[in-house]
């Protein structure tokens, strides 16, 4: 018994160093221009590009693989950092400008199915089962992936209002000057 406790030890040992080793001398450094792109993206790891999250987008923008039109809560803002930050031309025409976006689940049509929390990445859905749910909006990353599992259609995305927080005074529009 003794000797199969210190066996375990000894190949934890081996192994955790091995792999402290590669981890730290075989690891693929992320090139510079991908981390200038990674920068860019907003970080909300919302998937809403088709990538599990903003690192792998970043690596496929640097790479060429992916368009820069690529990531929906961006907006037209960022498609123009990133073509000017990748040298590429881009058609803004096909670019849907729309601000942050949270979920919202309608009280009375909601059944507590489940499927549109098991589905969203932050858990900002609150509710168990059979019961109605709820939108934490603060971790609601509007992603929008609870809208397509949900069977009554009880959820909408509305625009992420200004609270005492987050309200900003406007720019002045530009007075005339007196005479």
């Not at 934890?12 to 450094?29: P, R, T, Y």
């Not at 507590?112 to 939108?135: E, L, N, Y």
């Not at 069977?151 to 005492?164: A, K």
Request: hydrophobic share 45%.
């Amino acid at each position: 018994m003794i000797a199969a406790i210190f066996f375990l030890l000894i190949m934890g040992l081996l192994l955790g160093g091995g792999l402290g080793f590669a981890s730290k001398h075989l690891a693929v450094e992320a090139g510079a221009l991908e981390k200038e792109v990674e920068a860019l993206l907003p970080g909300s790891q919302c998937g809403q590009c088709g990538y599990p999250g903003c690192a792998p987008a970043a690596a496929a923008l640097a790479k060429g693989e992916a368009a820069v039109t690529l990531c929906p809560p961006g907006g037209k803002a960022l498609v123009e950092e990133l073509a000017a930050l990748l040298g590429v031309s881009v058609d803004l025409s096909g670019v849907e400008e729309r601000g942050p976006r949270v979920a919202f689940v309608h009280d009375g049509l909601c059944i507590g199915c489940t499927k549109c929390f098991k589905r969203c990445p932050t858990d900002a859905i609150i509710g168990g089962p059979k019961m109605m749910h709820s939108v934490f909006a603060d971790a609601c990353t509007g992603c929008e992936k609870c809208i397509e599992v949900c069977p009554t259609e009880c959820i909408e995305m509305r625009p992420v209002l200004p609270t005492l927080q987050t309200w900003y005074w406007p720019n002045p529009a530009q007075l005339p000057k007196a005479a």
